[in-house]
């Protein structure tokens, strides 16, 4: 997730207004972690070995980097042909 929606999401709810990011609040304080904006030379080593090792949202987002080491995000929860 973007680091400006997270912010958005994980932001306390205005008092006396609707919470519409409640259930995305509640899933994020277990599961939320961090990713820099950019991968330097050890981060891409780590992740070309993890999909030369088998990791296809790895090989497809390392094919589609071509921006000075910002990786593509890819869902890890469903199959890459569903995207």
Request: proline share 11%; aromatic share 6%.
């Amino acid at each position: 997730m973007w680091p400006e929606y997270a912010h958005e999401y994980a932001a306390p709810p205005t008092p006396g207004r609707d919470d519409p990011y409640s259930l995305v609040r509640e899933l994020m304080a277990e599961h939320t972690v961090g990713v820099p904006g950019v991968f330097d030379t050890a981060a891409r080593t780590a992740a070309t070995a993890l999909a030369e090792q088998g990791d296809t949202p790895l090989v497809d987002a390392l094919a589609r980097n071509r921006n000075g080491g910002r990786t593509t995000q890819v869902p890890k929860s469903c199959p890459v042909n569903d995207l």
